[in-house]
C-alpha cells in the first residue's frame, strides 16, 4: 500500500483528502469513517448572529451548482457548546473554518475559537468585508495582508487562509497572506457567477448572484494552485471541483499537498472514501511510493508558465 500520509505546514494528516467548509455535516458519518478522514473541515462560522440570505439559496446548472448561503450563524458560544463537540470525538484533525464582517471582528473570533480541541484555524477570507463596501478580504494584497496579519497576532494555531478564486492578482494575494503569517493556503471558494430561470426571467438564487461550485470550476482552481504553488512556499490546499482521485492527483501535481472536496459530497456523502481508495490504486498502478512526491511535479515548459504567470499579473 502506498504512504498516503502528508503534511500540511506542521500539521500531520493520514491522507490529503477533507471536505470542504459547508459541504459536511455529521450526519455524514453515516456514510463515512470520520477516522480515515485527512481532517474535519466544519461549516464556517461568524462571530455574529445571522439569518443567511434570501431563499431559493442554492440552484443547479452547468456541471455545476451555485449557492448564496450567507453562513447563518448562532454565534461562537453556540458553535463551541453544540456543534463543535461532535467533531472532536474522532482521531482525526478539527479544522475550525471561521468568517467575519470586520478586520477586529475576525482576529476576536480567531482567538475565541483558538481552542485546545481545534488543530487548526481556517479564516474564510473569501467573505464580505464590511469595511470596504463588502468587497471580500482577499480581493486585494493589501486587505488581505490586514486580515491575515490582525488574525495570526491573536493565534498560536496554525491558520489556514482561504483565498477567493474571484481575486484578479492571485499570486500577489497568496504573497500577502504568507508574508502576514498564514501557514497555508486553501485555493479556494466558489466563483462569482448568476443564473436566470428562462421562464420566469428571474435569477434563480433570492440573492441574485452567488458562488459557482463543481467540476465546472476545476480548471480555473487548478490553474490558481499553479499560480499560488510558482509564488510562496508555504502549502497550498487545492479546492474547487474534485470529485475523484484523478483530480485529487492534478491539483497536487499543480502544487497542492492535500486537497478539499465540496460539491461533490452533496450527490455521494460517501465520495471522500471513495476517493482515497482510488488513490490507493492509483499509486499502486502508477508506481508512486508516497502521495507527497507529487506535490508541484507537473512536468511543463518552465519558460510558458514563467511567461502565463507573468500575463496574469499584469492583465489582473
Ligand atoms: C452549499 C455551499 C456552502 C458553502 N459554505 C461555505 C462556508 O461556510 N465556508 C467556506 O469557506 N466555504 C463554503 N463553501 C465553499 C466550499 O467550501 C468550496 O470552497 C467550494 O464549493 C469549491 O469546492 P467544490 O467545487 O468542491 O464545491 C460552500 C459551498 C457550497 C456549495
Redesign the pocket.
Known sequence: MADLNVRVGEVKLRNPVMP????FAIEYAEALDFNKLGAL?V??VSPKTRAGNPTP??AECCS??I?S?G?PSKGLAYYRRELLPPYTRFDTPVVV?I?ADTVDEFAEAVAEMSLPQVAVI?A?I??PNLEQDGMAFAMTPETTYKVMSAICRRTEHPVWA?LTPNASHIAAVAKAAEEAGAHAL?M???VLGMSIDVRTRRPKLGNVMG?L???A??PI?VRMVHQCHRSVRIPIIG?????NADDVVEFMLAGASAV?????S?LDPGVMQKIIDALHVYCDETGVEAIRDLTGQVKLDRQLSDRWLRFAQQSG
Open positions: 470542504a467548509s459547508g459541504c473541515v461549516k464556517s439559496r442554492v455545476a451548482m449557492n448561503i453562513i473554518s468568517s481556517e474564510n473569501s467573505c482561504k486553501v479556494g471558494n466558489t458562488g461550485s463543481g467540476p470550476i476545476k482552481a479546492c474547487g471541483g474534485i470529485s478539499q472536496v465540496g460539491t461533490a452533496f
